[in-house]
């Protein structure tokens, strides 16, 4: 076993994990671990992103929604905005029976038998090996653990060594859901399925299967009921695997078959093969933002977060920001998972499972933020789970645009689940978002515009853009007083607006988050039918539509206003700004050829900061730094990469939303904060639009030098950046095929072209 190293990838602490918000991730894409290391136990919680409760379903529709479309709308055109909320709470609202959430697992604990503590307790997560570390001293003897969850052999491994011998006791706690415990020899096998009350029946749920198996360097293993004890060994390795019946699989056989595998092998080559297998992604990138000074770099990362909110500079803590953004993308996503990350990405607290909101697929944000950082950090296979679900969507969004709709076309809305669910969220507010189907189904044109795959383009994104675009086409009505074609009934994600009559109303027609991803999928739609030369007439029916959208309109205040008219805000401090995805991460506003509108979209962010009461969470911070990177202001986005790492970030710097907000009663971990904290770094170095790259558009004076290899343009762009004195040194392009590309430097613009395999060097 390897000693623990120091350096910039190491996440380092002196004492041991005793919240959830101590303990260390580790996964391999669909099995999840939080680790906790303490002086006389060893405790992973364990996750799977197939562990889902409900089941799919084919009535989660409003049977009374599409005969009712037209009064509502009617009643919005005219201005009744009380009674047409009314009526689209009565008749709109999904109904699902059985949506589901993904679970949490139980938790594996391993306790050393009774000994003096002697010190020395220390512990570390490597997020450039993927693994976790931990060393502590008792009667003598020295423990010292790793911990894995390997990807290439599908189990979680753990290993303990010690210079002397030790006992131990392995059991597995009870789990949020009945499981069946029973021993088999040197293995404990759980055997259940997941069920819960809250978001489903109770009734139906995945079917699932734990094996933990011991392998003891000498010593006896023994079972005492549903306990395993370990006597008198040196060296133990514990090997868990998860197996479900997620699409037909049994879930026995997959557990088992995993751990026949994974014991068949020497720890070493275990190691050896994880390491090779994560750092294949892991080192395609690297960052340097500058050097903290010491003492604070040598500091365990909990003291230094908490320096660093009080005001302290630590640009290697805002690296190691970026990079464990990648690390957990990594973790929680391959190209092979059977499912994408959820709203806790793979590590389940159970605090959003027994939320009001789920541990689900939010559409109106958090999944979309959830792979912000893919692409531009060259991580873009791991959206293949992604992209899947979204397919599925197209399919089953297809039902729910005829029936609730009587559209061609698919649609979803603000929330899916594993099986694919399209129809509207249950409750005010939230549920009624229209674009949640178009805005996730971006995410096919990420891929392809990063990579120009034709074939990708041709079998996978065109078919989701086409649907997304038949059914606006279709859904689409003429505003009476403007002509303009409109969507609607609609929310604009999650906001709320005043009535005349001074009532909070959440339904409208053309809320300007719909015009943005309206506008975004009938272009890309017609962009991909022009590439491919296929569907004439639907390109021209695409081209009238979008010279009759509403243009963006500024309210009173000076603000991008979010709806079709300039309403007051009935909640002023409200997290989301969903009509600034105009700005990030479209650029259907850009700061240089819309100052105005830059300008009143930036008035939007200022008036919700000054509120009272502003909703301040994980994933809005990560929205400003990219929202700011889009502004060209650094020092703004510096700003809140600051405040993400520091009111927005734990010890173990997983983000969370925050207690208070969205119903939730305390703290609760959300994925989206740590990737999309990274994406909007990424955008602060570089930013692309598949004619253009330029480079170091946000940069704040405080990264004086530094140097980034291996980000991602668009086009099939490579791109390597080195700066001193706050200015371009040297930069790199590299072409995976033939492209001519404009690159900006501040005001300065060139032409570069490259061809497959070149490296062009540009400096100032």
């Known amino acids: 076993m390897q000693t623990m190293r120091t350096e910039s990838d190491m996440l380092r602490y002196d004492s041991p994990a005793e919240r959830w918000f101590d303990a260390l991730p580790i996964g391999n894409g669909r099995l999840g671990g939080m680790v906790f290391h303490s002086r006389a136990e060893n405790r992973i919680q364990l996750s799977e992103s197939t562990a889902w409760s409900g089941a799919p379903a084919e009535t989660d529709v409003n049977p009374g929604a599409r005969a009712h479309l037209d009064r509502i709308r009617d009643l919005l055109f005219r201005g009744e905005h009380d009674e047409a909320n009314r009526l689209a709470g009565e008749h709109l609202l999904g109904r699902p029976t059985s949506f589901g959430t993904n679970l949490p697992l139980p938790d594996l604990r391993l306790r050393f038998a009774a000994g003096a503590d002697e010190g020395g307790f220390r512990r570390a997560l490597d997020i450039g090996d993927a693994i976790a570390h931990s060393a502590a001293r008792r009667s003598g003897v020295e423990l010292r653990s790793e911990t894995f969850a390997s990807h290439p052999d599908r189990v979680i491994v753990h290993r303990v060594e010690a210079d002397g011998v030790f006992s131990a006791r392995l059991s597995v706690s009870d789990a949020v859901f009945p499981l069946q415990t029973r021993v088999e020899g040197d293995s404990l096998v759980l055997t259940g399925r997941a069920v819960e009350t809250l978001h489903s029946d109770g009734v139906d749920g995945v079917p699932l299967s734990i094996r933990v198996r011991v392998l003891s360097d000498g010593g006896v293993i023994a079972a005492e009921g549903q306990t395993l004890v370990v006597d008198g060994t040196r060296a133990l390795t514990v090997l868990v695997a998860v197996g479900t019946g997620w699409e037909g699989a049994d879930a026995d056989v997959s557990a088992a078959q995993s751990i026949e595998h994974a014991a068949g092998r020497e720890y070493s080559e275990l190691r050896a093969r994880h390491v ?71 590590w389940n607290d159970g605090l959003a499972s027994s939320a009001p909101w789920t541990n689900d697929f939010h559409l109106d944000m958090n999944t979309q933020q959830n792979y912000w950082a893919a692409e531009v950090t060259d991580l873009g296979e791991t959206q293949e789970p992604l992209l899947r679900l979204v397919e599925k969507l197209s399919r089953t969004g297809r039902v729910t645009a ?6 061609d076309g698919w649609v979803a809305h603000t929330v899916s689940n594993a099986w694919g669910y399209s129809a509207p969220g249950w409750g005010m507010g939230w549920g009624l978002c229209l674009i949640g189907g178009a805005w996730i189904a971006l995410q096919h044109w990420e891929r392809w515009d990063y990579g120009r795959d034709l074939d990708f383009l041709r079998d996978r994104a065109y078919p989701v853009l086409k649907g997304a675009a038949q059914f606006f086409l279709d859904h689409m009505v003429e505003d009476p007083r403007s002509g303009w074609l409109v969507t609607g009934p609609s929310d604009s994600p999650e906001n709320w607006y005043l009535s005349d009559s001074g009532q909070q109303c959440s339904v409208s027609m053309g809320p300007t988050a719909d015009r943005v991803f309206v506008e975004a999928t009938l272009r890309m739609a017609a962009e991909a039918a022009e590439i491919l030369v296929v569907d004439r007439d639907l390109v021209e029916r695409i081209r009238v539509a979008r010279d009759r959208l509403a243009p963006f309109q500024i309210g009173r205040h000076g603000q991008l206003q979010e709806w079709l008219e300039d309403f007051d805000e009935a909640v002023p401090s409200h997290r989301h700004t969903s009509h600034l995805m105009a700005l990030f991460p479209e650029r259907q506003i850009d700061s240089r050829r819309d100052p105005e509108l830059a300008r009143a979209a930036e008035v939007v962010i200022e008036r919700r900061e000054a509120a009272p009461g502003w909703e301040q969470t994980e994933w809005v911070e990560a929205n400003l730094i990219a929202y700011y990177a889009r502004l060209l202001k650094g020092e703004q986005a510096l700003a809140h990469v600051r405040s993400l790492i520091a009111d927005a970030s734990e010890a173990n ?41 330029e480079l170091l558009p946000a940069l704040p004076a405080a990264w004086t030098r530094g140097a980034v290899r291996g980000l991602r343009a668009r086009n099939g762009i490579h791109v390597d950046i080195e700066w001193d004195g706050g200015r371009l040194a040297r930069g790199v392009l590299r072409a995976e095929h033939d492209v001519s590309v404009r690159v900006r430097r501040g005001d300065a613009l060139s032409r570069v072209d490259l061809a497959a395999g070149e490296e062009v060097v540009i400096s100032d």
Do not use: C, K
């Open 276 to 346: 090779a297998d994560h750092r294949e992604l892991y080192d395609r990138v690297s960052i340097d933002l500058g050097a903290t000074s010491e003492p604070v770099r040598s500091a365990p990362i909990d003291e230094r977060r908490q320096r660093y909110a009080a005001g302290g500079q630590d640009p290697e803590l805002e690296a190691l920001y970026f990079r464990y953004g990648r690390y957990l993308t990594i973790a929680g996503s391959r190209h092979d998972s059977p499912l994408p990350l959820a709203l806790q990405g793979l």
């Open 402 to 407: 005829r029936d609730m709709y009587g559209a």
């Open 653 to 693: 710097l997983m983000s969370y939303s925050r207690g208070g907000v969205a119903g939730a009663a305390q703290n609760i971990y959300s994925f989206d904060g740590n990737a999309g904290g990274t994406a909007g770094i990424a955008e602060m170095l570089v930013q692309s639009d598949g004619e253009e790259i």
